[in-house]
């Protein structure tokens, strides 16, 4: 399919479906299977719930994969889109996107180490079972490390979007404003997950920006969806 050849509407409707499916996969992979697999700080737990549930975990690994892969049309999508707007800042936009997903590409590695971890492997019997099952913990606490640092990329790429939608001529610039605001719950959990772990008042107020960016994220993407756009700008 060459996406040249889209109508303006046919166009944006596919910028909305692939949002959608990226929520939708990304929701599974980053929220819901951690939250079945993973016991923080316990090692043993974590290690029999995913030999217990290799298919969900391996679901989750595919959910990733089918966001960072979308991610990169979604990418060009939304420049090629807000380029009129702001060509330079659209650029930044995209890159900063696409670097979130090459980071989350990366990130994989440490879903796909504990799977070898206990996996059985013959090498493997020179580590002991809790030694094997904490290898496996910290590489899962590596993803997640690995979790807010694309969420820093993703931050500077989503005040910038939102910036590029509010001053556009197509979208409700309240769908911009939420956007704005927003990305400063996913820059200020990445930052305060490295210097202020734990601390119970930034954590509510991150949870606040957190919830406005899913807000003024799933307003866009219905709006692509049902509304589009009647004029793709010409570069």
């Given amino acids: 399919m060459n996406i040249n050849h889209l109508s303006p509407t046919a166009y944006a409707k596919l910028a909305g479906l692939l949002y959608l499916l990226i929520a939708i996969s990304g929701g599974f992979s980053i929220g819901y299977m951690p939250s079945v697999i993973m016991v923080p700080g316990d090692a043993a737990t974590t290690a029999q719930n995913i030999i217990e549930n290799q298919g969900l975990f391996r679901l989750g690994i595919a959910g990733d994969i089918v966001v960072f892969?979308?991610?990169?049309?979604?990418?060009?999508?939304?420049?090629?889109?807000?380029?009129?707007?702001?060509?330079?800042?659209?650029?930044?936009?995209?890159?900063?996107?696409?670097?979130?997903?090459?980071?989350?590409?990366?990130?994989?590695?440490?879903?796909?180490?504990?799977?070898?971890?206990?996996?059985?492997?013959?090498?493997l019997n020179a580590l002991e079972p809790n030694q094997l099952q904490s290898l496996a913990l910290l590489f899962f606490d590596a993803h997640q490390d690995g979790i807010y640092i694309w969420g820093l990329f993703f931050a500077l790429h989503l005040v910038i979007l939102g910036?590029?939608?509010?001053?556009?001529?197509?979208?409700?610039?309240?769908?911009?404003?939420?956007?704005?605001?927003?990305?400063?719950?996913?820059?200020?959990?990445?930052?305060?997950?490295?210097?202020?772990?734990?601390?119970?008042?930034?954590?509510?107020?991150?949870?606040?920006?957190?919830?406005?960016?899913?807000?003024?994220?799933l307003s866009f993407t219905f709006w692509l969806l049902i509304k589009g756009i009647k004029i793709l700008p010409k570069e």
Avoid: C, Q, W
């Fill in 69 to 123: 892969l979308m991610e990169i049309i979604l990418t060009v999508m939304l420049y090629r889109m807000f380029k009129p707007v702001n060509p330079t800042l659209s650029l930044i936009a995209g890159f900063s996107r696409l670097a979130m997903g090459i980071v989350m590409a990366i990130n994989l590695f440490n879903y796909l180490i504990p799977m070898r971890l206990l996996g059985g492997s013959d090498y």
């Fill in 163 to 217: 910036y590029l939608i509010f001053k556009s001529d197509f979208f409700p610039k309240l769908i911009g404003l939420f956007m704005m605001i927003g990305s400063f719950g996913y820059g200020g959990e990445s930052i305060a997950a490295f210097i202020y772990p734990g601390h119970e008042a930034i954590s509510m107020l991150i949870n606040v920006l957190l919830g406005i960016a899913v807000v003024g994220e």
